[in-house]
């Protein structure tokens, strides 16, 4: 995830100043992959026949401080709910396309 070195703290998306301090002494930093689910919807009506329904997208507050959107994914009989916990999990989208989502922990 991008990091300022001026002023410390993570963002997402990526950007070429930080949104915080408009520096531009950002450098790429691993992250934890946990976080918590802030929001969510069950998405009943596929937008397409390449989206398979219900699947759930959330917003996710990652432990280092930025929010993302992102899916929930292998539910089986867990139940989503705001403030559950989660852990990043890699979908191979195509060859060249790989998207994070998230599994409940």
């Known amino acids: 995830m991008q990091y300022c ?9 990526p950007r070429i100043l930080c949104n915080n301090c408009a520096q531009s002494e950002l450098e ?3 992250v934890s992959g946990k976080g918590t689910i802030a929001s969510f919807t069950i998405v009943a009506r ?3 026949k390449a989206y398979e329904s219900p ?7 990652l432990d280092e401080g930025p929010r993302m959107m992102s899916s929930i994914v292998d539910i089986g009989d867990k139940t989503v709910k705001i403030g559950a916990k989660v852990s990043v999990a890699f979908e191979q989208w195509s060859e060249k396309i790989t998207m994070p989502v998230f599994r409940i922990i």
Do not use: E, G
């Open 5 to 13: 070195l001026n002023c410390r703290q993570y963002q997402f998306y």
């Open 46 to 48: 596929p937008v397409s």
């Open 55 to 61: 699947y759930v997208i959330a917003l996710v507050d």
């Open 28 to 30: 790429w930093k691993d």
